[in-house]
């Protein structure tokens, strides 16, 4: 499973990009688009098998978008949503010029408030 990889590569950019408040976190967005192969139900499962193993990540929660995939038309100069795996603009012509649905990134990092005094 795939998955619990991707969980544990999340936590750890997150522990480098903040080294200080990482403990603060109670939320992260991420983005996959859908030739990223992730699946939400299996991502959210291991998301929550990795906070399991580590109770000090019990408060966080994880949102995940799926992006469509979106290619670009070189003969129309038009960006246009892949479906069923078509691979072909409005105009007929076919693309494999892929602008979204590969990637995989965290989006959103959410940080407990601070209650001031």
């Known amino acids: 499973m795939h998955e619990l990889s991707i969980v544990k590569d999340i936590f750890q950019t997150l522990e480098e990009a903040y080294p200080e408040t990482f403990r603060d976190i109670v939320g992260v967005e991420i983005q996959a688009g859908l030739l990223s192969n992730i699946q939400p139900v299996l ?52 693309s494999d010029k892929i602008v979204q649905g590969e990637e995989l990134k965290i989006s959103k990092v959410t940080f407990k408030k601070k209650e001031h005094e």
């Not at 291991?46 to 949102?63: Q, R, S, T």
């Not at 038009?78 to 012509?93: L, S």
């Open 43 to 94: 991502i959210h499962n291991a998301f929550e098998a990795y906070k399991e193993e580590f109770p000090e990540y019990a408060e966080v929660e994880l949102d995940v978008e799926i992006l469509p995939i979106i290619a670009y038309c070189k003969d129309c100069s038009k960006e246009f949503e892949v479906k069923f795996h078509r691979f072909v603009c409005e105009c007929g012509k076919g």
